[in-house]
Each structure stands twice: as structure tokens, then as C-alpha cells.
């Protein structure tokens, strides 16, 4: 049974720092592209970042190209985001997602998610 | 940047069918496949339809997907009060190279 489980959420100031990450198991995670999705309260889902199963190619949203950085070690079964320059805009949810398609791109198991506030 | 649109709300009584439009561009839904998603409140959100047309195995045949150009459908049949949640379309942008989402569609069974 494919678990993730998120984690590094938190209060933080503006400006400031955050690493999230995301465990997997119950199943070979260096097989699995992994995305990160964050949810602001009361809205839609946004597309943060997304990452190969072998950590060779990234892709992130405009809202964090340049201040985002996602990354993985596959030694660990662990997804990472690494957030800098924190705005009160990046309040949300965050969630990890696996990759279950190999043709395109499917969200099929999610994390249960962990919620960054950024506030003075 | 939600690049594909989708109806606010949707409403039907119990038993009734509902379908939900996504649109996009042929950089997204016109040469991607498209996905799925549904949102009960409070949770995470879970895989429905992936590959414009195909169900997980735990998902029931009253959800079902299609795709004509750039534009999809979700369908629900037998629509039951366990239903009621927010409904999200997904694909792959090839010229942001991006995963975008849809809008969101409120599902509210009457």
C-alpha cells in the first residue's frame, strides 16, 4: 500500500526559509516521478514542481521558479522542497504527489499534506 | 496560473447525471492526456480518470471521462450524496512545461 507522508510545515515569517519533505512507502519510489501540489485556504489546486524518478529533470511554476527548489533521495525514499524568499501569497497546503503515468503526467497517490502559514 | 476553465458549479438530485467541462489550449488537452481529480472536503484530493478516459481500479464505472480537441468531460452517473465534493481536470502543458490545473467544479447534489 503506496504511503506518503508530508512534513516541515509550519508558521514562518516573511522572507524566511522552509524545507518540506515527503516520505514514501510501500512501493520502489526511485521509480516514480513526484510532484508537489499547495492548496491556499478556500482555493483551487496549484502545481508547484515536479521531478524525475532519477532526479535528471525539474520543473517548476512560475510562482517558484527561482525560489523553489525540489529535490530527491531516492537512498531514503524522500521527496524534498526547499522554499526561500517566503511570501504570505505561499500560504497553503502542501501536497506530494507520485507520478503514476509513464506516457504523461498523473497525480495518482497523495500525501495527506502539511500546511506552511508565512505571516508577520 | 490555471490555464484550463472550468463551470464554478454544478447541481443534480440524487440518481441524476452531471457533467463537468474542462477547457484548454492544444498546448495542454489538445496534445496531452488529461486527468481527474476529486476533492472531498478536508482531504487530499484522489486520482478519478487518468489518460482522458481510464479509471484506478477502486474508482466505479458511474465516473467516467472523454476528450474531443482541447476540451474534456467528466461524467457522473447515479449521482449519490457521497458525490458531493470539488472536482478538479489536470494535464500537461507542453509550452510551460508545466502541470496545470483546472479551476475547480463544485459538485452539490440537491
Known amino acids: 500500500q503506496a504511503q506518503l507522508v508530508e512534513s516541515g510545515g509550519g508558521d514562518v515569517q516573511p522572507g524566511r526559509s522552509l524545507r518540506l519533505s515527503c516520505v514514501a512507502s510501500?512501493?520502489?519510489?526511485?521509480?516514480?516521478?513526484m510532484h508537489w501540489v499547495r492548496q491556499a485556504p478556500g482555493k483551487g489546486l496549484e502545481w508547484v514542481a515536479m521531478?524525475?524518478?532519477?532526479?535528471?529533470?525539474?520543473y517548476y511554476a512560475d510562482s517558484a521558479k527561482g525560489r523553489f527548489t525540489i529535490s530527491r533521495d531516492n537512498s531514503k525514499n524522500t521527496m524534498f522542497l526547499q522554499m526561500n524568499s517566503l511570501r504570505v501569497e505561499d500560504t497553503a497546503v502542501y501536497y506530494c504527489a507520485r507520478d503514476d503515468c509513464s506516457r504523461t503526467s498523473c497525480l495518482g497517490h497523495w500525501g495527506q499534506g502539511t500546511l506552511v502559514t508565512v505571516s508577520s | 496560473q490555471s490555464v484550463l476553465t472550468q463551470p464554478p458549479s454544478v447541481s443534480a438530485a440524487p440518481g441524476q447525471k452531471v457533467t463537468i467541462s474542462c477547457s484548454g489550449s492544444s498546448s495542454n488537452i489538445g496534445n496531452n492526456y488529461v486527468s481527474w481529480y476529486q476533492q472531498l472536503p478536508g482531504t487530499a484530493p484522489k486520482l478519478l480518470i487518468y489518460e482522458d478516459n481510464k479509471r484506478p481500479s477502486a474508482i466505479p464505472d458511474r465516473f467516467s471521462g472523454s476528450k474531443s480537441g482541447a476540451s474534456a468531460t467528466l461524467g457522473i452517473t447515479g449521482l449519490q450524496t457521497g458525490d458531493e465534493a470539488d472536482y478538479y481536470c489536470?494535464?500537461?502543458?507542453?509550452?510551460?512545461?508545466?502541470?496545470?490545473f483546472g479551476t475547480g467544479t463544485k459538485v452539490s447534489v440537491l
Open positions: 489536470g494535464a500537461w502543458d507542453s509550452s510551460l512545461s508545466a502541470y496545470v
Open positions: 521531478i524525475w524518478y532519477d532526479g535528471s529533470k525539474k
Open positions: 510501500g512501493f520502489i519510489f526511485s521509480r516514480n516521478g
